[in-house]
């Protein structure tokens, strides 16, 4: 499975910003999910999808700002994030990841698992 992550950048305070993830090489269902990084902190899930049935799952950290959808077109191995009401402290490297084992079950508590495949990262620099 191969993961390439698209979007990101810069953007103040209050503003939004968009990320993608597609994942190829595999055409059944995933479990994919978008983890971040801030400099200095250890990596946190946010938001995840069970792309077999389009479940979503967001974490509290960004629930109510950020939402998680699925393409709706043949490829529903990708995903995107949908990032609004940024804050300075949401600044990190996002990672998109996925992994075929975990079921739909499984794949709501994403964050505690060891994803299999990762993609390279995508930066997201939120000013105030």
């Known amino acids: 499975v191969r993961l390439v992550e698209s979007g990101g950048g810069s953007a103040q305070a209050g503003g939004s910003l968009n990320l993608s993830c597609t994942a190829s090489?595999?055409?059944?269902?995933?479990?994919m999910g978008w983890f971040r990084q801030a400099p200095g902190k250890e990596r946190e899930a946010v938001a995840g999808?069970?792309?077999?049935?389009?479940?979503?799952?967001?974490y509290d950290s960004v629930k109510g700002r950020f939402t998680i959808s699925q393409d709706n077109t043949e490829n529903k191995n990708t995903m995107s994030l949908r990032m609004n009401s940024l804050k300075p402290e949401d600044t990190a490297i996002y990672y998109c990841?996925?992994?075929?084992?975990?079921?739909?079950?499984?794949?709501?508590?994403?964050?505690?698992?060891?994803?299999?495949?990762w993609g390279k990262g995508t930066a997201v620099f939120i000013s105030s």
């Open positions: 990841a996925a992994e075929p084992r975990l079921d739909e079950r499984l794949c709501s508590q994403f964050g505690s698992y060891k994803m299999e495949y």
């Open positions: 999808i069970y792309t077999l049935y389009g479940t979503t799952y967001i």
């Open positions: 090489g595999w055409t059944n269902s995933l479990c």
